[in-house]
């Protein structure tokens, strides 16, 4: 049973450029939740979404972020026009129908860095 | 407002000898608390974790965690570290019926030989 799958590992973008983070939850899970490390911090909130709904995203800057989880693929965090601030680790969370926080299940992570 | 200390960003300890991290927390509501660890290149993964009962709770890999609310404190130990130990470990708190858990910094555990 593989877990939650994150990728890229590693992303590389200048300044300017579009990010896109993907995210598989485990299988059967149907809940979605991203979370931000910033350098020398804890991870934070970002967006918790389920299939073709975006739950919560008060976590999310208001500009430039946005999250899906689609019917069919993963879940994709996507970052417009990145800036050095952007640079951080983005992890994915998935979790069964219902289980809140008892039961969550994270990746490991996609490291973003803006040139 | 809600947060999560770790007080030690490093603790270098020797293989065979014994493990404390820190975690202090301030949280308006009953807790809910979690210690995972992230070896390197893998997924953050839960150690243990307490809603309530027993403020001692057992974890894998042979980690366990007392909860003190008079402390505000959620303290991790191993009597005896390997060196499969050395990770980061992240203290975490969340509430009943809530999806979100607040993090801390984390601490990072080098093991020596």
């Known amino acids: 049973n593989a877990g939650v799958m994150q990728n890229p590992r590693h992303l590389v973008r200048r300044r300017g450029q579009e990010a896109r983070l993907r995210c598989s939850p485990m299988?059967?899970?149907?809940?979605v939740y991203w979370y931000r490390q910033l350098p020398e911090e804890g991870l934070k909130f970002m967006v918790y979404?389920?299939?073709?709904?975006?739950?919560?995203e008060s976590g999310m800057p208001k500009e430039r972020f946005s999250a899906e989880f689609p019917k069919e693929g993963p879940s994709i965090l996507r970052i417009q026009q990145v800036v050095r601030g952007d640079s951080a680790a983005y992890f994915c969370?998935?979790?069964?129908?219902?289980?809140?926080?008892?039961?969550?299940?994270f990746g490991s992570g996609t490291q973003l860095s803006v040139l | 407002a809600q947060s999560v200390t770790q007080p030690d960003i490093h603790i270098t300890v020797s293989e065979g000898a014994s493990l404390e991290l820190r975690c202090n927390y301030s949280y308006g509501a009953t807790p809910y608390l979690f210690w995972y660890v992230q070896s390197p290149g893998q997924g953050l993964q839960l150690l243990l974790k307490y809603f309530s009962g027993d403020t001692l709770v057992q974890g894998i890999k042979g980690f366990e965690a007392e909860f003190k609310r008079s402390q505000s404190s959620f303290n991790l130990r191993k009597p005896s570290v390997h060196w499969s130990d050395a990770a980061e470990y992240f203290c975490a708190v969340g509430t009943l019926n809530d999806y979100k858990l607040s993090f801390g910094a984390g601490t990072t555990v080098t093991v020596r030989a």
């Open positions: 969370a998935s979790s069964p129908l219902g289980t809140g926080n008892e039961k969550l299940f």
């Open positions: 979404l389920q299939k073709e709904n975006i739950i919560d």
């Open positions: 299988k059967g899970h149907s809940h």
